[in-house]
C-alpha cells in the first residue's frame, strides 16, 4: 500500500541519515585524535613550561577551527590566570575566582542555551558560548585554555545531553595536555638544577663550560669577535 512504501521510505531516510551522522562522528574523532598526537609530540620536544602552552595554544586551534583559543598559566601567588601570548588577543588576566572551570577543576561552559552560570571573564557576547578548559596534574593547576565563541560544529546546540557529552571528552583532552605540561615543567625544574647555582641563580661550571664550547665553536666557524672576561669578586655570596 502508499503507507506502507512512505513508512519504508522514512525508514531509509532515517537510515541514511543516522549512517551519515555516525560516519561524521567517526570522522570527528578521527581528527581530534590527529591533533592530540601532534600536540603531545610538540610539546614533549619543548624546553620551557611556557613554551609548551604556547605550543598548545596553536594547536588548540586547529582543534576548535573558527574559534579564538587563549591559553593561560597560572600564577599561584597572584591567584590568578596570565595570558602566554598576548600577541593572540588573550591581553586579559582572570583572576581564579572569575573562571568556574579553575574553581571546580572541571570543564565548564558557559551558554545561554543550557542556562549555565557564566563566567565573570567571558569577553563575549550574551548569545555567544564560552568554554573553559582548566589543565590540572597531580592535583595543581597549571593553566587554562578558553574558547570562544564556540562554533556550532564543534559543540552540537540545541541538545543538552551532546553538550555535556563533548565537554567530558574535551575534559579527557585537557587532562593529557595537562601531563604532558607537567612532564615540561619537570624537565624544566631538572635542568635548572643541574645548569644553575642554588644561592645566586648564576650559571655553574658544568653550564660555562658547555656555553663556552659552544661559543668557541661558533667563534671558529664565523670568526666573530670573542671575548672571556674574568673576575674575582670577594664575598660575592
Not at 542555551?113 to 571573564?121: A, E, F, T, Y
Not at 571528552?169 to 624544566?188: K, S, T
Request: glycine share 6%.
Amino acid at each position: 500500500s502508499d503507507q506502507a512504501e512512505r513508512q519504508e521510505r522514512e525508514r531509509t531516510v532515517g537510515e541514511r541519515m543516522r549512517l551519515q551522522l555516525a560516519l561524521e562522528e567517526s570522522e570527528r574523532r578521527e581528527r581530534e585524535s590527529e591533533i592530540l598526537r601532534d600536540a603531545l609530540e610538540y610539546m614533549q620536544s619543548c624546553d620551557s613550561f611556557v613554551e609548551g602552552l604556547q605550543v598548545l595554544g596553536k594547536q588548540a586551534v586547529r582543534l576548535f577551527g573558527g574559534s579564538q583559543v587563549c591559553a593561560y598559566r597560572y600564577d599561584e601567588e597572584a591567584a590568578s590566570f596570565f595570558p602566554v601570548d598576548e600577541a593572540d588577543g588573550a591581553g586579559e588576566v582572570i583572576t581564579f575566582s572569575d573562571c568556574w572551570a579553575g574553581r571546580t577543576g572541571k570543564p565548564h561552559l558557559s551558554s545561554p542555551n543550557l542556562g549555565s552560570i557564566r563566567c565573570n571573564h567571558s569577553g563575549i557576547e550574551e548569545d555567544e558560548e564560552l568554554m573553559c578548559l582548566p589543565l590540572i596534574s597531580e592535583a595543581q593547576i597549571l593553566g587554562l585554555l578558553t574558547v570562544g565563541p564556540v562554533p556550532p560544529a564543534t559543540l552540537v546546540s540545541g541538545e543538552a545531553r551532546s553538550l555535556r557529552t563533548h565537554l567530558l571528552e574535551y575534559g579527557v583532552m585537557a587532562r593529557q595536555f595537562a601531563l604532558a605540561l607537567h612532564n615540561v615543567r619537570l624537565r624544566e625544574r631538572l635542568h635548572r638544577q643541574a645548569t644553575e647555582d642554588s644561592l645566586t641563580g648564576l650559571a655553574n661550571r658544568r653550564e660555562f663550560e658547555r656555553r663556552l664550547t659552544r661559543e668557541l665553536a661558533r667563534w671558529r666557524r664565523y670568526h666573530d669577535t670573542f671575548s672571556l672576561l674574568i673576575l674575582d669578586v670577594d664575598h660575592f655570596k
